[in-house]
């Protein structure tokens, strides 16, 4: 136990990580704009509190999340040992590139931003928009490079499409890819990672899910207007927030607690950007450890409503992926 928080087995990396992860992504204004202080002190309180896995990317606000992360960490009042840093490579606010050329700079670009000479974690940013041959052929041996070197520590990667993890972790050599990052696939709405779940056990491989609150269309405010899901989709997470605002109840701790219940999942990242709601979700999560009574009845109710769109999702990437 660290604070409260208990800390998981990161698959066979050997990393233990805080079941509650610290996502980045709002760090970068992509759900509104965040003041750096706020920014800053809700990165301390989540280590205060025993959050002890960070996860960033480069594309997070053009590399905005990364600098602030940054100078962070550099005030954060825990030794570099003591946490879990996750950045990834492969796209920016450029575009996509997951050339071994571009990804070896921009690994040595985000050590800077992020005032670290080591990230525990690299994740190949999205594979799904990438080719999934390069991938395999030319970004995780390049990967595997700096990870001799001693600036990465374990290889994983991210993106939606579940399919696209099956690829590449079927073609790359055994114990080079250790981690994937799957997002809005264990949710309220959507319980679709459990379809591979097995499979990664199998290959031994940790398992990071995020974005539990659905990108915000959980969080019980207006989801950001780049958010890509069908309107079907918007218009069910709506009512399901109306369903627990008529009983006065906060959406975004049921779908937060209902991810977290899964213990196949080693941690659960959560975008924050603000001391109250880190408060309130290392909380949440602290009740799920403690085995604490869930609310049955509404969890019943929401699931009701959402029951339509359950599993439904967008496409991501290119269509051979
Ligand atoms: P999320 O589902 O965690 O939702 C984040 C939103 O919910 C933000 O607007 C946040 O302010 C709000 N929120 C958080 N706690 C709240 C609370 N208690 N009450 C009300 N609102 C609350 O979505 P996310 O941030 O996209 O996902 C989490 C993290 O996972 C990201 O920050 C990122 O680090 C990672 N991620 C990675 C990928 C990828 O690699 N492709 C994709 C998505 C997310």
């Not at 490579?89 to 575009?95: A, Q």
């Not at 080591?118 to 928009?129: A, G, M, N, T, W």
Request: aromatic share 6%.
């Amino acid at each position: 136990m660290a604070g409260g928080l208990r800390l998981r087995e990161l698959g066979g990396t050997g990393l233990k990580i805080s079941s509650l992860g610290f996502g980045g992504s709002p760090l970068g204004n992509i759900f509104g704009s965040v003041k750096e202080e706020d920014a800053i002190a809700s990165v301390h309180e989540a280590a205060r509190l025993g959050i002890n896995f960070f996860d960033v990317s480069p594309y997070y606000g053009d590399t905005l999340a990364e600098t602030v992360l940054g100078k962070a960490l550099k005030s954060i009042p825990i030794p570099r040992e003591d946490y879990v840093l996750s950045t990834k490579c492969g796209r920016y606010g450029s575009g996509f590139d997951f050339s071994a050329e571009l990804v070896t700079k921009s690994v040595d670009e985000s050590l800077q931003r992020l005032n670290v000479t080591y990230v525990d974690l690299i994740h190949c940013h999205d594979i799904e928009f990438g080719s999934l041959d390069q991938i395999v052929t030319e970004t995780v041996p390049a990967l595997q490079k700096l990870k001799d070197a001693g600036k990465v520590r374990h290889i994983g990667i991210s993106g939606l499409p579940l399919n696209a993890f099956r690829y590449v972790l079927d073609r790359v050599p055994k114990g080079s890819v250790e981690v994937v990052l799957s997002y809005c696939h264990y949710s309220l709405n959507d319980t679709s990672l459990l379809e591979i779940v097995p499979y990664l056990q199998e290959k031994g491989i940790g398992i990071i899910s995020a974005s539990p609150l659905s990108m915000g269309l959980l969080s019980g405010q207006t989801p950001p207007e780049w958010h890509p899901a069908p309107l079907e989709l918007k218009v069910a997470c709506n009512k399901a927030i109306e369903v627990c605002k008529a009983q006065g109840k906060s959406i975004a701790k049921l779908a937060l607690q209902y991810a977290m219940r899964n213990h196949d999942i080693a941690t659960t990242l959560v975008g924050m950007n603000s001391i109250e709601q880190v408060q309130e979700n290392v909380k949440a999560a602290i009740e799920v450890e403690q085995g604490a009574k869930y609310d049955e009845e509404l969890l019943k109710e929401v699931e009701k409503v959402l029951q339509p769109v359950k599993n439904l999702t967008w496409s991501s990437g290119r269509d051979e992926n």
